[in-house]
């Protein structure tokens, strides 16, 4: 009887007719170590948990938005002076250098209250004045719109970032809503959760690790 065909697989003859064995498969004659990717939900917990920089994931820490509180100075500031607020966000997050940040929102900001203010001094002097005056009405209000939607349109997305990089559910549509109805009250609530309200006022705050 003729012998059957063999082929030698790391030093061991093997029938070539017989399906090759994991041992004879492997390169290495043995097992082979696959290595898995580390669970992500280990790392960031329950609902309850917090990132590695200490932030809340899955929820806001101030689920409501900021509450008139006239104790707290924070309040103040975020309310009177929110281009401060709004750029330490911004700076938080990784977003700008911080006075860049500041020097854009601070210009924002004038140009909203120059065109307020442009606009009343048009309405009160507007009864005594012609068509030139009627036509600075119409200049001031458009432009107090603008500036009105870019701040909106910046705390919304500004708020958008801050809830997908933290799990926080929500939809766009809220964050326009809040942008554009309660800005300021949405700054004091991003704040409050990015722990920015714990800075010193006027000051750059630390960049989340994970922006840096």
């Known amino acids: 009887m003729d012998a059957k065909p ?3 697989v790391n030093g061991a003859a093997v029938p070539s007719h017989l399906p090759p064995t994991l041992e004879s498969a492997s390169p290495a004659g043995g097992f082979v170590t696959v290595r898995t990717p580390v669970d992500t939900r280990a790392l960031i917990g329950d609902d309850d948990d917090v990132d590695p920089n200490g932030v809340r994931l899955h929820a806001w820490s101030a689920p409501e938005l900021g509450a008139f509180d006239a104790r707290s100075g924070y309040f103040w500031s975020a309310t009177l002076c ?5 750029a330490q966000l911004e700076t938080r997050l990784g977003g700008r250098r911080y006075a860049l940040a500041l020097a854009s ?6 140009l909203f209250a120059a065109s307020f203010v442009g606009a009343v001094v ?3 002097s507007l009864p005594d004045a012609g068509r030139s005056r009627a036509v600075a009405l119409v200049f001031w209000l458009l432009s107090f719109a603008l500036f009105a939607a870019l701040i909106g349109l910046r705390v919304a997305a500004l708020r958008t970032r801050v809830r997908e990089r933290f799990l926080i559910p929500g939809s766009a549509r809220d964050d326009r809503r809040v942008g554009f109805l309660h800005a300021t009250r949405g700054i004091r609530q991003m704040a409050h959760h990015l722990k920015c309200d714990r800075a010193v006022f006027c000051s ?4 989340l690790h994970a922006y840096e």
């Open 6 to 8: 063999t082929a030698n």
């Open 204 to 207: 750059a705050p630390s960049v």
């Open 105 to 110: 929102a601070a210009l924002t900001y004038a």
């Open 122 to 124: 048009s309405v009160v």
């Open 82 to 86: 929110p281009c401060f607020s709004l």
